[in-house]
């Protein structure tokens, strides 16, 4: 068939993404049938039908329209006109193109530890590449140096001499750093000061948007239109009935490959899934499709204060977007990341599931956006009208001066029914946090309390104490803490449960009169320490949040000023 008539089919499936009408499924299964046997002429195109098909395997209406998008999506890479286009189509993300990306020092370690083969070092792109050579007597046996020291070659010359002939350049250079014997922090460090941009090239199981999905999801078909309407964030919080089921580790880890293989077609390194925790995961079930497996850090890998959590988003099993949680003080900071495929898809509905999954985990009754997500700094949150989104959605700036700025484009909106707000006016309105309550409004929650004071209210009792010698002053503030608190002994505690002791020890001894709390509550303020180093971070967040006076004490940090 010629390829105007292809397009013609691509066309008419495109036209039916969010119709669900009686009939429609049909429709759609024949046009994906021919589409198959087709081939598309631009990369456009191919792009397009990569996208519908990304969707429908999404959001099926029945078993048909599902088998046949599996079917097209699972041998995508084969097809001759993506052949054809692969070189256009390189960073899309979709199966059978290459990558090409500087990706962070944790998911350089990932990728080349699962396809250490499909790994080259892009040497055009490499601006910092002299930098490398600074490190190499580092990197490599102390008994190479006479040659390091001697020769002149350059910094490609070096790595293919030193690579030997097996494996690539990427995936030698990327194990060099795995032996450095650093502390971890210090290893990211020098990796990401290179900015190594990387190549993957495609392979059988290589990450690509195309097939993603979770088999244990169930599947539910979709026989209504799409729920497109802006819910009552505080009744759908309130009516919403969220299942939890624990994972084991195994499942656990499994969830984890799958939630930093979404990353990875898409540009994106989120630390919380590359730090996830196999024994944190937590799979939430709305029953009709939607599902959140929720994944915490690490012990050694989590936040001083705050407990931050990731959930992807799947629908159908199929990956559709992902959340950054952070939980304190009965409040939480959310970042809510819809993937471009299925924008303009029951965003608003499933962002009240998000809350509500928030508020059952973590017990928060506060939510807080920050400006990045609103859109300040952010042209893809301007151009998605982000900061527009969450205020009819209910949240409400605090900041005074922005509070003008919206009663100023209110009032240009009903003298002009076609006012659009400029880039640079939605650039101010998300200068500053904005907020939706759900309980008591109160100034100590997370977008309004000043996590740095208290931070700095530590630095200055272990500068008084100790000056420059931080490792004997953390010690003994860990002894310390331990006899004031009424833990018998460190040995008691296991290797999470040490790593949070031994930071938050200076933080306790600098709480204000805590020598004088009654015995109850410097107990309850070990069990606190403890359980931040614990199995589930979400356990910590509980049990701070419930102690009143460790949190009004860890307030009054945040809110008194540090002098220099």
Known sequence: MSASSASIDLRTLLALKFDFND?????????????????????????????????????????????????????????????????????????????????????????????????????????????????????????????????????????????????????????????????????????????????????????????????????????????????????????????VRPVDRREGRKLIDLANGCMVPRHRDLLVFLNADDGDVRMIDFGDGLQFACMGAVPERRLMLEAVYGFLTLNNGVPIGYVLCSAFFNSAEVAYNVFETFRGAEAARNYARVLATVKHLFGADSFAVDPYQLGHDNAEGQASGAWWFYYKLGFRPRDPAIKRLVRQELAAMRRDPEHRTSRPRLNDLAADYMFLEIGRPRRAVLGEISLGNIGLHVTRYLADRFGADREMGIETCADEAARLLGLRSLRSLNPGERVAWTRWAPLVMALPGVGRWPAADRHALRDVVRAKGGQRESDFVRRFDRHRRLRQAVAALANEEVEG
Request: hydrophobic content about 40%; some cysteine; glycine content about 4%.
């Open 23 to 243: 009939g429609t499924a049909t429709r759609k299964a024949d046009l994906l049938e021919r589409l198959e046997r087709r081939r598309l002429e631009t990369a456009k195109e191919v792009a397009a039908l990569h996208e519908m098909l990304c969707f429908l395997r999404a959001y099926p209406q029945n078993d048909r329209v599902l088998s046949i998008a599996e079917r097209l999506a699972g041998s995508f890479a084969a097809r001759p006109d993506l052949r054809r286009h692969r070189k256009a189509l390189a960073d899309s993300g979709i199966a059978g193109t290459d990558l090409n990306f500087p990706f962070f020092w944790l998911t350089a370690r990932w990728l080349v530890e699962r396809w250490p083969d499909r790994l080259a070092i892009d040497w055009p792109a490499w601006e910092r590449k002299d930098r490398v050579q600074r490190l190499l007597e580092v990197l490599m046996p102390y008994c190479e140096t006479p040659g390091l020291d001697t020769f002149a070659f350059s910094s490609r010359e070096w790595i293919d001499r030193l690579k030997g002939a097996a494996g690539t350049d990427a995936a030698f250079l990327i194990r060099r750093f795995s032996a450095l014997p650093v502390e971890q922090p210090l290893r990211e460090l020098l990796y990401e000061d290179l900015d190594v941009p990387v190549t993957l090239k495609p392979g059988p199981t290589t990450p690509a948007r195309t097939a993603e999905r979770w088999p244990g999801s169930p599947i539910v078909f979709r026989t209504t239109p799409l729920e497109r309407s802006r819910p009552d964030l505080r009744k759908a919080i309130a009516a919403a009935r969220p299942r």
